[in-house]
């Protein structure tokens, strides 16, 4: 086999280290970058994929989900790279199996890809909706598989009624750091809470499928994209000083998902935050830092930020590293002076909660609170250059002056369009060039 080659990655830091006396924060962009290398047989990269179904009573009603589900998993199976293990389970109130019949994965050749195929167009539709279920039989499957790149694909139509929250909570749980999971939901009566917690949780992705029709499009692009992975586990490293914080972490693009409650401490002054597969991409980290505030002329390193793939035998690689700088200066325009990668990622991460809020208000009744919120949700979309949001927004409130944040809430909203908004609310735009500094 030739030796694999994996993808270049570099670290970038963009912050105001200048603070004034007394001040005791630290907030920086950790910019990461991967390039050079492209998954497949010639990389050595492995990969493992298991599809979940939703084969629910409602996924007959009607009947044109359960036929794009059919058609969209056959789409992924034809997309998965040759020799890539593999299975389809159904999930219903319970998991079964459709390909292979046991539980176990099995490698994508013609021969393969052709009785998965004819196992999923004989999927029916019945019973009920246990998504912990689902996940842990996913599980067990990448079981033996985990120096891979384990990825799920997650499809439902409805709510997770058969089990409780806490069910599907110690499921996630059980699976965070296993495999990474894109979630899915077809028709509108769906919770957009649910799958988000779910791709939260496994570091994947959530949207809505409002049109059945384009079931196939979305389930070869997730499949292509996983495919394209070349390194398997990274994870951010954060190293602070004896008497420092890290307040939070953040991904804030290409979405926006809080990294803070995950931190595995791996020393005295350090802790791994994952992120999960990489290929070809870049993706940014709001790094908050406490520190002991410092006098006029004092300088410090805040923290170190290094990313590290972990091997199958928990070891670690440094595939990159930048660092986080506190200066102290009674300079009030040096100190002043906010970042433009900082200040844009934190309206980003407002625009997020402000959406999620306002929605949330909106279906309580609190129509002033709804208003409020997703008024300022049009105001940071439309300052961030974020048109993809600002369209949406318009689907659910009539704008009268996106500068201000003036609108008012529409007297009717198609269900798909509140929900798009709702799963999309955390998609981030990038600083526009030029932007990037001071």
């Known amino acids: 086999m030739s030796t694999p080659t994996l993808p270049q990655f570099s670290v970038s830091v963009y912050q105001n280290e200048f603070l004034p006396e007394g001040a005791g924060e630290v907030n920086a962009i950790v910019t990461v970058t991967s390039s050079g290398a492209v998954a497949g047989p010639s990389s050595g990269a492995r990969a493992a994929q298991v599809i979940m179904v939703d084969c629910s009573g409602s996924m007959d009603y009607p009947s044109a989900k359960m036929s794009a589900a059919r058609q969209a998993t056959k789409a992924a199976i034809d997309a998965i790279r040759e020799g890539v293990p593999f299975a389809v389970v159904a999930g219903t109130h319970v998991a079964r199996m459709v390909f292979p019949t046991t539980e176990y994965l099995v490698p994508a050749d013609a021969g393969t890809r052709a009785a998965a ?252 609170t709804a208003t409020a919120k997703l008024g300022r949700a049009v105001q940071l979309a439309a300052a961030s250059g974020n048109d993809d949001t600002t369209r949406l927004l318009a689907k659910v409130v009539d704008v009268e002056d996106p500068a201000t944040g003036t609108v008012r809430l529409k007297a009717r909203v198609n269900d798909a369009d509140e929900m798009a908004l709702d799963t999309r609310s955390s998609k981030t735009v990038r600083v526009g060039k030029g932007n990037n500094q001071g």
């Open 117 to 368: 195929k004819a196992a999923v167009d004989r999927l029916t539709a019945g019973g009920g909706t246990a998504i912990s279920q689902w996940l842990s039989l996913a599980d067990r499957l990448f079981t033996g598989h985990e120096n891979a790149i384990r990825h799920a694909i997650l499809l439902t139509d409805g709510k997770d009624e058969h089990e409780s929250p806490d069910d599907l909570g110690m499921a996630i749980a059980r699976c965070e750091g296993r495999f990474t999971c894109d979630c899915r939901g077809i028709g509108t009566d769906w919770v957009v809470a649910e799958l988000r917690r779910i791709a939260g949780g496994l570091l994947g992705s959530v949207d809505i499928v409002a049109d059945p029709a384009n079931l196939a499009d979305d389930f070869r692009a997730m499949i292509e994209g996983a495919m394209g992975k070349a390194v398997a586990d990274v994870r951010l490293r954060l190293w602070s000083p004896q008497g420092s914080t890290i307040k939070f972490v953040k991904q804030v693009a290409p979405t926006v998902l809080d990294l803070s409650g995950r931190r595995l401490q791996t020393g005295p002054l350090a802790g791994d935050y994952p992120t999960g597969a990489w290929g070809a991409e870049s993706r940014d980290y709001h790094v908050c830092v406490t520190v002991r505030p410092g006098s006029v002329g004092d300088e410090m390193l805040a923290a170190r930020a290094s990313l590290v793939s972990i091997d199958g035998s928990g070891q670690a690689q440094v595939l990159g590293q930048g660092l986080v700088r506190a200066v102290w200066t009674d300079d009030a325009a040096l100190s002043t002076k906010m970042n433009r990668q900082v200040a844009h990622y934190t309206g980003q991460a407002e625009l997020a909660d402000a959406i999620q809020a306002g929605l949330e208000a909106r279906k309580n009744g609190d129509y002033d």
